[in-house]
């Protein structure tokens, strides 16, 4: 064979060997998964609702009788005291019907004082026969009928007495003034159409109305633990109780409201604020967590991929409480399992892994903490 040939030879093998490793099949690493442990804590079970702060007391003030409003003595944000005068009406003929009254009490009181003089002088003069039987009758039913007359003349004049004195509307509670509707000069009573003039609230307690379901009624109980954060004061929970539960469901919304009242001394927290409120119901001891972004959801049930040497189960799991970044597991877990946390997106049941244990997903830090 010349120097040539062999050259050729060589070539044409070295070609060969290049097409054979070209068409072998290239084997894919096992993904790279992160894997932690699943943690433990006492779990509260909590029933969660929006909600508002309304007044532990509200009233809406206005003019009994008939009348043109003469003053208004408060305004929007006043506190007042019980009993304390907020407005004055000016009456239109109540004066004039009270003087009335009150001189027909006086004749009232001359008649009956007449029919008793007379009655008493009958009574006298019948044991000498100078009065008959019928008369002293007569005169004793005189009596009767002015005592009669004279009660329903005062009772009047009491009662025109009552209405003149409501034309001095006065607070029924401590609070403060909530609304204003009101000026001087507007027609005002029951018949007037112009509703009330002031509205007053008590606001050194507040309540709040947490709708409850039906699933969660069973476990609601009153003196629970409750807690209100609210939009307008972030990071700043406030803790009341649950005072009384409603005998009944709302025919609409099939929600039942338990009332939780809470302390307001200084004064920050207002009617209509919004927030949301939570009433513990039990605590879960010792409960198994783990993190909702390792919880896979597939027709209404929930798995996770469990790290069995190097390969992957997935197991359901049946959950409890909601934390909103992290789930209690009630059913399917043990307490050292180990879970995969994040890259279980291309997984399969039995999937082999190159698994990275205990650290952050999106920083590939260690964790320091157990909780997730």
Not at 118 to 140: I, T
Not at 227 to 256: S, W, Y
Not at 263 to 280: D, K
Request: aromatic share 2%; hydrophobic share 45%.
């Amino acid at each position: 064979m010349t120097t040539r040939t062999a050259a050729a030879f060589a070539a044409l093998l070295a070609v060969a060997a290049c097409k054979k490793a070209e068409s072998a099949p290239r084997t894919r690493p096992p993904p790279a998964v992160t894997v932690s442990t699943v943690s433990h804590r006492d779990v509260p079970a909590e029933i969660r609702a929006p909600v508002d702060l309304r007044p532990l007391e509200q009233a809406d003030v206005g003019a009994k009788t008939l009348g043109y409003l003469d003053a208004v003595l408060v305004d929007r944000g006043d506190r007042v005291r019980r009993g304390q005068l907020l407005a004055v009406v000016r009456p239109s003929d109540l004066p004039d019907q009270l003087a009335a009254a009150r001189g027909t009490l006086a004749q009232a009181q001359a008649a009956a004082a007449l029919a008793r003089a007379n009655k008493e002088r009958a009574e006298r003069l019948a044991p000498g026969g100078f009065v008959s039987q019928q008369e002293l009758q007569q005169d004793q039913t005189n009596v009767a009928t002015a005592d009669a007359t004279l009660a329903a003349a005062q009772a009047n004049v009491g009662a025109l007495a009552t209405r003149l004195g409501e034309m001095r509307i006065e607070s029924p509670l401590d609070g403060f003034v909530a609304v204003r509707r009101l000026d001087p000069g507007a027609l005002v009573g029951p018949t007037a159409g112009s509703g009330a003039i002031l509205t007053v609230q008590r606001l050194d307690v507040l309540r709040v109305f947490v709708p409850v379901n039906e699933r969660d009624v069973e476990r609601l109980k009153i003196g629970e633990e409750a807690r209100v954060e609210l939009d307008a004061l972030p990071g700043r929970p406030i803790q009341g109780r649950v005072v009384r539960i409603a005998p009944a469901f709302d025919p609409v919304a099939r929600t039942l409201d338990a009332e939780v009242q809470i302390p307001n001394p200084t004064g920050v927290l207002r009617p209509g604020m919004y927030g949301r409120a939570a009433i513990v119901t039990d605590v879960h001891r010792d409960a198994v967590v783990v993190p909702a972004s390792a919880v896979q959801i597939s027709n209404e049930r929930s798995f996770v991929f469990v790290l069995k040497g190097d390969k992957v189960s997935r197991l359901p799991i049946r959950t409890g409480v909601d934390g909103g970044d992290w789930l209690e597991v009630v059913d399917g877990l043990s307490h050292d399992d180990q879970i995969v946390t994040a890259g279980m997106d291309v997984l399969s049941d039995g999937a082999a892994v190159r698994a990275q244990k205990n650290v952050d997903p999106f920083s590939g830090r260690p964790l320091t903490a157990t909780t997730p």
